[in-house]
């Protein structure tokens, strides 16, 4: 399984940005499509956005759509989460994710993730 490490979270105002990496090592991350996933304190963890193995397709909950943007270099390894317009809603501790999926032309969903950052704290507030 790949190894993931979520870095870029921290304190932002309403209306701020934020852009979350995910540096994945061990196996290529070309192998996999990668998600984000979200837990706010006192809520079960949530699912907001998938990106398939090339980055062609995505996928977002209609919470984050318009404002969220997944991406992801597999030339470095990495995945990213844009993030704009953040409210005070959106804190919560980001994970990223990854499962199998290579040559697969739609994004994973939720249940097809198998592997986990340790998460990255991400707070909204004036």
């Known amino acids: 399984q790949v190894l993931l490490a979520e870095s870029g979270g921290g304190s932002v105002q309403p209306g701020g940005s934020l852009r979350l990496s995910c540096a994945a090592s061990?196996?290529?991350?070309?192998?996999?499509?990668m998600g984000w996933f979200r837990q706010a304190p006192g809520k079960e963890r949530e699912f907001i956005a998938s990106?398939?193995?090339?980055?062609?397709?995505?996928f977002y909950v209609d919470s984050v759509k318009g404002r969220f943007t997944i991406s992801r270099d597999n030339t470095k390894n990495t995945a990213f989460l844009q993030m704009n317009n953040l409210k005070p809603e959106d804190t919560a501790v980001y994970y990223c994710?990854?499962?199998w999926g290579y040559g697969r032309s739609r994004p994973l969903v939720a249940a097809e993730f198998d592997g986990w950052g340790q998460g990255t704290q991400v707070t909204v507030t004036s």
């Open positions: 990106i398939n193995w090339s980055g062609a397709t995505t």
């Open positions: 994710a990854s499962g």
């Open positions: 061990g196996r290529a991350l070309k192998n996999y499509g």
